[in-house]
């Protein structure tokens, strides 16, 4: 893509923290691509850590449950970046809440505010998502875990882009901006999301989720919410208690009592 809001990476490294330019490996732009996620694991393993890969466009987007991520060129943000962590570092179930805060403090630096996190890793305003987060990991021979964390964040998209097609309640970055910020270059946004990430996948490596549980809490949407569960055939209710330590949902569920749910699809009563 051409014009003044193109993604550069000469551009995004001129605008990162020099440390954060310091954790980050190779940073890959490119005009289309299936998905960014699926670009990173095709790579070769010592290729991926710290590697970020965005691009303009993705012609097969994916986000949690093997739902797709709408893509259209040119108005978004769709970045990926892998990292290595040792099989020491647990539990390891929590980094997709991890993922979720550093996109939310990012979005905040921004300049977004009243934005909040609907567990385990959807950014919303209001009951409209706003960005998603795909966090796929594999062990590898040498006792590591290898991740690739992927965002897919909209920032431009009127239904004019083909937003329409989104079977769900969705918003952009822009319209929730100051006025004096809605004109913020995608560069800058990619920037401060390389910002956030590498220094807190560092973090998270050496100290797990405690770092991140006060920020988690500030930014929670669901913990004391009545919420719908979608899965296992059916259809429940219950009141979210809160998070595990292993990152799992705590809900008392009605007509089984408090639960602890690994995966399943949560929707606000009053959405």
């Given at each position: 893509?051409?014009?003044?809001d ?20 190779d ?14 694991t095709?790579?070769p393993?010592p290729r ?27 108005g ?12 020491t570092?647990?539990?390891?179930s929590?980094?997709?809440?991890v ?5 939310a403090?990012?979005?905040?630096r ?33 006792g ?18 083909g ?7 969705w ?32 973090r ?11 920020d ?8 004391g ?5 979608e899965?296992?055939?059916?259809l ?14 705590s ?8 639960q ?12």
């Amino acid at each position: 893509m051409t014009g003044e809001d193109a993604l550069s990476a000469n551009a995004i490294r001129g605008l990162l923290w020099p440390e954060s330019s310091a954790a980050l490996g190779d940073l890959t732009v490119l005009d289309e691509v299936d998905s960014t996620n699926a670009f990173l694991t095709r790579l070769p393993a010592p290729r991926r850590h710290g590697h970020a890969v965005l691009a303009e466009s993705q012609t097969q987007g994916r986000g949690r449950r093997q739902r797709s991520w709408h893509s259209p060129p040119g108005g978004n943000i769709y970045l990926s970046l892998g990292w290595r962590f040792a099989g020491t570092v647990k539990p390891l179930s929590t980094l997709p809440l991890v993922a979720a805060v550093c996109l939310a403090r990012a979005l905040e630096r921004a300049g977004l505010r009243g934005h909040g996190i609907k567990w385990p890793n959807d950014i919303l305003v209001g009951s409209s998502k706003l960005a998603g987060i795909l966090v796929e990991t594999q062990s590898s021979g040498a006792g590591s875990i290898e991740a690739v964390i992927g965002i897919g964040l909209n920032v431009r998209m009127p239904e004019s882009s083909g937003g329409a097609a989104i079977d769900r309640p969705w918003t952009y970055l822009a319209a929730h901006l100051p006025r004096a910020r809605r004109g913020i270059s995608r560069n800058r946004l990619a920037g401060l999301l390389l910002d956030e990430l590498p220094a807190g996948l560092e973090r998270f490596a050496l100290e797990g989720f405690e770092p991140f549980r006060e920020d988690w809490r500030r930014f929670d949407l669901l913990t004391g919410r009545r919420v719908r569960l979608e899965g296992n055939g059916g259809l429940q209710s219950g009141t979210v208690l809160g998070i595990e330590d292993n990152g799992g949902l705590s809900i008392d569920i009605e007509g089984y009592g408090p639960q602890v749910l690994h995966a399943a699809e949560v929707s606000i009563y009053d959405e």
